[in-house]
């Protein structure tokens, strides 16, 4: 087998004999594993009785999606990895392009599928859409998704293409690779990890890609949603740990000081909106940054690029210049 299509699962047991059956039907030429982040649900009790052929990994703590893979992944030998989310629905021959492309782009390191939305088909979905990018302050959109608005998939990106970073709801990469940088940050727990990890990929040299021949349904949100602050917190968070590690040199410093007085405007916002639990996310992030500081500096890459795919604020394309779809600012 070429490829190993792995899981991580805490707590989703409905989730699991929801989505589980269609990666079992299509992914007849993969391993399928799931890894337990040592669920107190009948998570692992459904596995055994209702899906045998699946290998279970059980890690020995709940270590969110950074650990929780890294852990799981010491046990997985084959040679491309698929990182799939419990809430992913898989579609026929979602793996044979995937795998095509692996053998015949050596530089090809990370893959994502398009990814469209389970409760309207016919759309892009907000974890990664048709692939991604970042603008010159570190925040991330998509082709097909900026901020909150989600474009119907008309055919528009139809074209494989190489793109800034994969999304981790469905996340493709050689096995080699993720090894050699180590896997994902344990620091970032969940959330922009898989962006962080695309650039350390491009840092050495590797390029990620989006593949719209293969195809799957994303519910997102199915364990963290928006409405929590803990999403908010993780996100404000690691995205100044990811630019940290990551910046050039000479762009460190006025970046983060940027991005630290926009995470203050957007905290001032949440006041005025009643979302005073969110206020306080970012207010905890910041602390947590300053924190974990001193460690990540240390982290940096001696190659440090900043091939941005857009280089001015998509904050300031989106809400002020009304540019909503990728389209307008391609």
């Given at each position: 087998?070429?490829?190993?299509?792995v899981i991580l699962n805490w707590?989703?047991?409905?989730?699991l004999?929801?989505?589980?059956?269609?990666?079992i039907q299509f992914s007849g030429n993969a391993t399928i594993y799931v890894a337990d982040n040592a669920s107190t649900d009948t998570s692992i009790e459904?596995?055994?009785?209702?899906?045998?052929?699946?290998?279970?990994?059980?890690?020995?703590?709940?270590?969110?999606?950074?650990?929780?893979y890294n852990e799981a992944l010491k046990f997985v030998e084959e040679p491309y990895y698929a990182l799939v989310n419990s809430d992913i629905e898989v579609t026929e021959n979602w793996l044979q392009p995937i795998e095509a492309i692996f053998d015949n782009q050596p530089k090809t390191a990370i893959i994502q599928p398009k990814l469209l939305d389970f409760k309207k088909?016919?759309?892009?979905?907000?974890?990664?859409?048709?692939?991604?990018?970042i603008d010159k302050y570190g925040y991330p959109f998509c082709k097909g998704r900026i901020f909150d608005t989600l474009e119907e998939d008309l055919g528009q990106y139809n074209q494989e293409t190489e793109v800034f970073w994969a999304t981790g709801?469905?996340?493709?990469?050689?096995?080699?690779?993720?090894?050699?940088?180590?896997?994902?940050?344990?620091?970032?727990?969940?959330?922009?990890?898989?962006?962080?990890?695309?650039?350390?990929?491009?840092?050495?040299?590797f390029t990620a890609k989006y593949c719209p021949n293969s195809v799957?349904?994303?519910?997102?949100?199915?364990?963290?949603?928006?409405?929590?602050?803990?999403?908010?917190?993780?996100?404000?968070?690691?995205?100044?740990?990811?630019?940290?590690?990551?910046?050039?040199?000479?762009?460190?410093?006025?970046?983060?000081?940027?991005?630290?007085?926009?995470?203050?405007?957007?905290?001032?916002?949440?006041?005025?909106?009643g979302k005073f639990k969110h206020t306080w996310a970012i207010i905890k992030a910041h602390f947590h940054f300053y924190h974990l500081l001193s460690r990540n500096l240390k982290k940096r890459?001696?190659?440090?690029?900043?091939?941005?795919?857009?280089?001015?604020?998509?904050?300031?394309?989106?809400?002020?210049?009304?540019?909503?779809?990728?389209?307008?600012?391609?």
């Open positions: 087998m070429k490829t190993a299509v707590n989703g047991a409905k989730l004999q929801q989505f589980l059956p269609s990666v459904v596995l055994k009785s209702e899906f045998p052929t699946v290998k279970i990994i059980e890690n020995t703590g709940n270590f969110g999606f950074a650990k929780g088909k016919t759309h892009f979905e907000y974890a990664g859409a048709a692939g991604g990018f709801a469905c996340f493709f990469i050689r096995k080699e690779v993720y090894r050699t940088l180590h896997g994902f940050d344990d620091d970032f727990f969940a959330h922009q990890e898989e962006i962080d990890l695309c650039w350390r990929a491009n840092n050495l040299g799957v349904y994303h519910v997102g949100g199915a364990t963290l949603n928006e409405a929590n602050p803990m999403k908010t917190f993780l996100n404000f968070r690691n995205s100044l740990l990811m630019l940290t590690k990551n910046l050039p040199k000479g762009k460190l410093f006025p970046i983060i000081f940027t991005r630290l007085c926009l995470d203050g405007i957007a905290g001032i916002q949440f006041i005025f909106q890459s001696t190659s440090q690029k900043s091939n941005y795919f857009y280089s001015k604020s998509i904050v300031w394309s989106y809400f002020v210049e009304k540019k909503k779809l990728f389209s307008e600012i391609n």
